[in-house]
């Protein structure tokens, strides 16, 4: 099941520095380069080997005054609606303000479990003044400080005692998710696979509160659809759209066994495409990537390969997976995207025999071992594929510590010229023989 944690407060407590020590994303160098981390509120976090999405919400939040308190309250709502757990966070430098005093009176009527986070306890001394927010009236506290991580650990061992872990019922079929940003395109996609005709839809039991399903089943293909664009007008506040649409994607993402993130082809791909990447591929989920209004560019015959080429440039180092451009209003291609979905689902079930597997590695490894280090050579004997929902391999050798990533990424090539393993994360893990 997805699980969400929402920080939820008003500006400047603290909630963006919360949230970069929860998924660590300052030790994401690559992406400063590539100027992704400005845009980067929500991502993957760890504690305790749960895995969840964080989602800062102060990221959506319009500067101009007029819209910004509107939009805080609003953004509070859906939260409720729409995460898990919720993090109020307040700052004990300046008490309750009149912000915080309306946060919390939403917050009261939430069925789902709501944390006060007391924020700038940097010292004893201030330890010593978050007694005043229990007037909030919603229960325990938690004092932390956002800077340095103390109180975090006591915070996450709550948070995760209030996750989900209701399983969906499955069907056996594969389940697509239909991503991207406010409109790319996902609707239209939706409605020329099934027409107009949205009686078809059927609700799983479990999941009716979550994204939309439906089951498309025509001309051999035979899966669920998870729709993530159906309920987007619910928000007042036009700032919120893409906060909405965010939560969404998380939990149709999490719930997805393939992604088909959709992009514009006119404004190519963008942060927040690629932030809806990282997350699929950091949750293993085989991935397609649907390059849509296709037909309002103007093409020569370069022009795919140079779209191509910025793309992966922009998705490095997972680049194996396949790249479709459709237009769905032309209906160009858009089968071809379903049976591309098909086949990376084929791949991600994909259960090499462990003899084949050895005999293509094996040699490979010989002919181009591990660089030595410090005068001790690495010698990789076996190699085996781990049951899992992706593909995971175990690599038993002598020394693993001394294996490097270079040499992970050679492994990982190999692994994808021999056997097909487009469109999905492969795990590689080295472990002592
Ligand atoms: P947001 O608007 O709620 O996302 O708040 P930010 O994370 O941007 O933080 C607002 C300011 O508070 C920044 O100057 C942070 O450096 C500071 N801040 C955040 N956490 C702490 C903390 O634990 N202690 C102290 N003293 N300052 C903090
Ligand atoms: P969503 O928000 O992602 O569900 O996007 P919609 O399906 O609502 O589409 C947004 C707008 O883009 C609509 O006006 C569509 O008609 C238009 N659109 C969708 N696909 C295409 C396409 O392939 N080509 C062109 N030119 N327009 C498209």
Not at 184 to 202: A, E, F, H, P
């Amino acid at each position: 099941m997805s699980n969400i944690v929402a920080i939820v407060g008003r500006p400047n407590v603290g909630k963006s520095t919360l949230y970069n020590r929860l998924t660590e994303s300052r030790k994401a160098i690559v992406d400063d380069f590539s100027g992704v981390t400005r845009d980067r509120h929500y991502g993957h976090a760890e504690w305790v080997n749960r895995t969840f999405t964080v989602i800062d919400t102060g990221g959506y939040v319009a500067n101009s005054e007029d819209v910004f308190e509107a939009a805080i309250r609003e953004q509070v709502v859906i939260a409720i609606e729409e995460a898990t757990v919720i993090l109020f966070m307040v700052d004990v430098t300046t008490g309750i303000t009149d912000l915080d005093d309306e946060i919390a009176a939403l917050l009261r009527r939430s069925k789902k479990p709501v944390h006060v986070v007391v924020n700038k306890v940097d010292n004893t001394a201030r330890y010593d003044e978050t007694c005043i927010f229990y007037a909030l009236g919603l229960g325990e506290i938690f004092p932390i400080s956002s800077m340095t991580g103390s109180g975090t650990g006591e915070l996450l061992d709550e948070v995760i005692k209030g996750f989900d872990d209701e399983e969906v019922e499955e069907n056996g079929l594969p389940k697509f998710a239909i991503v991207g940003r406010p409109n790319v395109g996902k609707s239209s996609l939706i409605n020329s696979l099934i027409g107009q005709d949205r009686n078809i839809v059927t609700p799983i039991a479990g999941t009716t509160r979550d994204s939309i399903h439906i089951h498309y089943n025509q001309f051999g293909h035979n899966f669920m659809l998870i729709d993530t664009a159906g309920l987007r007008k619910k928000t007042k506040v036009h700032e919120n759209i893409e906060f909405y649409s965010v939560m969404r994607t998380i939990k149709a993402l999490e719930e997805a066994d393939v992604v088909l993130l959709m992009i514009d082809a006119v404004e190519g791909m963008e942060s927040q495409d690629v932030n809806i990447f990282h997350l699929a591929e950091k949750n293993k989920k085989g991935i397609v990537i649907l390059v849509n209004k296709w037909d309002l560019i103007e093409k020569n015959n370069k022009t795919t390969k140079v779209f191509e080429e910025q793309i992966k440039q922009k998705l490095a180092p997972f680049t194996d997976l396949p790249i479709i451009f459709t237009s769905v209003t032309e209906k160009q291609r858009i089968f071809k995207a379903i049976e591309a979905a098909t086949k990376v689902y084929e791949n991600r079930k994909k259960k090499i025999p462990t003899s084949k597997l050895n005999d293509v590695m094996l040699p490979l490894i010989e002919s181009f071992p591990p660089p030595s280090l410090k005068g001790k050579f690495v010698k990789i004997k076996y190699v085996t594929q781990i049951t899992g929902t992706a593909p995971m391999f175990a690599f038993f050798c002598n020394l693993p510590q001394y294996i490097k990533e270079p040499y992970k990424r050679f492994i990982e090539n190999k692994l994808r010229e021999n056997f097909d393993f487009e469109g999905v994360p492969v795990q590689i893990f080295f472990r002592q023989k």
